[in-house]
């Protein structure tokens, strides 16, 4: 079991940035594959980066290519997501996911573990 707690949300301005953390509880986290999701209310829960075991390999949703990177840590079992340029309808939850066993994938069953979430608001 894979312990995922974000942290780093809040109340930006449209066009600020804000930095996403998710530590993780296991020592293993080297060998998961990670994600980061978000979900607006009333909407489902969307893909939005991923970052291979060893940072070669990154995958965005097309709508935050050049405003988003994601990136990880794994002497510190930490992932982040960079968030620059936000818009008003980026508001949402966002979540960290884990996945084992190699591989990725933009679906939320293709990973095995969640975090609580953090809570990002963009005020226009």
């Known amino acids: 079991q894979v312990l995922l707690v974000e942290s780093g949300g809040g109340l930006v301005q449209a066009g600020g940035s804000l930095r996403l953390s998710c530590a993780a509880s296991e020592r293993t986290f080297s060998s998961y594959t990670m994600a980061w999701f978000r979900q607006a209310p009333g909407k489902e829960r969307e893909f939005v980066a991923h970052?291979?075991?060893?940072?070669?390999?990154?995958n965005y949703t097309e709508s935050v290519k050049g405003r988003f990177t994601i990136s990880r840590d794994n002497a510190k079992n930490t992932v982040y997501l960079q968030m620059n340029r936000l818009k008003p309808e980026e508001t949402a939850v966002y979540y960290c996911a884990a996945r084992s066993g190699g591989g990725w994938g933009n679906r939320i069953y293709d990973y095995d573990f969640w975090g609580q979430g953090t809570q990002v608001t963009v005020s226009s």
């Open positions: 970052i291979s075991w060893n940072a070669a390999n990154t």
